[in-house]
């Protein structure tokens, strides 16, 4: 079982970055594939970014791509969601989550079988 602490959220202005940090203890994360998954107030949970559990895979969500970067350091046993060019629309609760697929990225939040308590992201117009 592997226990998952994020951090890096905060307040920051429209254009600006962030990276959020999901330390993981326990277990390695490359023994798991690894998502970021946000919720917005009244919105469902959706899948930012993964990375499978070789690394060789990753997936973004439509409205990320080219603005945020998914990255793993195994020897420090954390995975990293670097958010640049932020917009007020990214203003969410970010979660990290493991999933114990061998193979691929699962896109469903129910394939995903652990998860951290979430660190908030506030992006101001």
């Known amino acids: 079982q592997v226990q998952l602490v994020e951090s890096g959220g905060g307040l920051v202005q429209a254009g600006g970055s962030l990276r959020l940090s999901c330390a993981a203890s326990?277990?390695?994360?490359?023994?798991?594939?690894m998502g970021w998954f946000r919720q917005a107030p009244g919105k469902e949970r959706e899948l930012v970014a993964a990375i499978s559990r070789s690394g060789g895979s990753t997936y973004y969500g439509d409205s990320v791509k080219g603005r945020f970067t998914i990255s793993r350091d195994n020897a420090k046993n954390t995975v990293y969601l670097q958010m640049n060019s932020l917009k007020p629309e990214d203003t969410a609760l970010y979660y990290c989550?493991?999933?114990?697929?061998?193979?691929?990225?699962?896109?469903?939040?129910?394939?995903?079988?652990?998860w951290g308590q979430g660190s908030q992201v506030t992006v101001s117009s």
């Open positions: 989550a493991a999933d114990r697929t061998y193979y691929g990225i699962d896109l469903r939040a129910s394939y995903y079988d652990y």
């Open positions: 326990g277990r390695s994360v490359s023994t798991y594939a």
